[in-house]
T-cell receptor, first 113, second 115 residues
């Protein structure tokens, strides 16, 4: 699976948009970009995933560049409860890895009042 | 209504003991996983089962033995526990290949402390 690079930490003011970048320059054609987050002491939580097109759900938006070498997770109106470690993961949905997710260090997002 | 449930939530045991962690999911998923999160917070996959069949077996000591009696359950048995086994163990499930709208669903974790 392709490796990802994320900033170790970011801050955001409550109510503002949080934009979390991720570089995945070695992504291959059949690999998806997944975002998960882990709130302190809890299990990771799925946020969103995409292949080529931008995606939006009730939690967030995912913007993937045209060359697919980077992406940005957007939390449109961050709240204090969004403080967590955010993981950007690249993984193929099938094949021999059978959906294996390889977690990196992630980005610690701290939302301030 | 818990989707992926693990028991126990906390486990404190002495070196050399044998212990089991249980995991059950009620999502109808075919694939289940065990992940380990160490003190440095890295999450690493240990095992993956699809419909009771072992699919992924990472470099894990053979003291760790997963067992899947049916596709809704994936238990983890650990023999001869060592200090380095202390970690948080997460169970997860997904549709085959990790696909599907909701990706993986993780349990809340089992914090294992070996003393």
């Amino acid at each position: 699976d392709a490796k990802t690079t994320q900033p170790p930490s970011m801050d955001c003011a409550e109510g503002r948009a949080a934009n979390l970048p991720c570089n995945h320059s070695t992504i291959s054609g059949n690999e998806y970009v997944y975002w998960y987050r882990q709130i302190h002491s809890q299990g990771p939580q799925y946020i969103i995933h995409g292949l080529k097109n931008n995606e939006t759900n009730e939690m967030a938006s995912l913007i993937i560049t045209e060359d697919r070498k980077s992406s940005t997770l957007i939390l449109p109106h961050a709240t204090l409860r969004d403080t967590a470690v955010y993981y950007c993961i690249v993984s193929s949905a099938g094949g021999t890895s059978y959906g294996k997710l390889t977690f990196g260090q992630g980005t610690i997002l701290t939302v301030h009042p | 209504d818990t989707a992926v449930s693990q028991t126990p939530k906390y486990l404190v045991t002495q070196m050399g003991n044998d212990k089991s962690i249980k995991c059950e999911q009620n999502l109808g998923h075919d694939t289940m996983y065990w992940y380990k999160q160490d003190s440095k917070k890295f999450l690493k996959i240990m095992f993956s089962y699809n419909n009771k069949e072992l699919i992924i077996n990472e470099t894990v000591p053979n003291r760790f033995s997963p067992k899947s009696p049916d596709k809704a359950h994936l238990n983890l048995h650990i023999n001869s526990l060592e200090l380095g086994d202390s970690a948080v163990y997460f169970c997860a499930s997904s549709l085959p290949g990790g696909s599907g709208y909701y990706g993986y669903t993780f349990g809340s974790g089992t914090r294992l402390t070996v003393v």
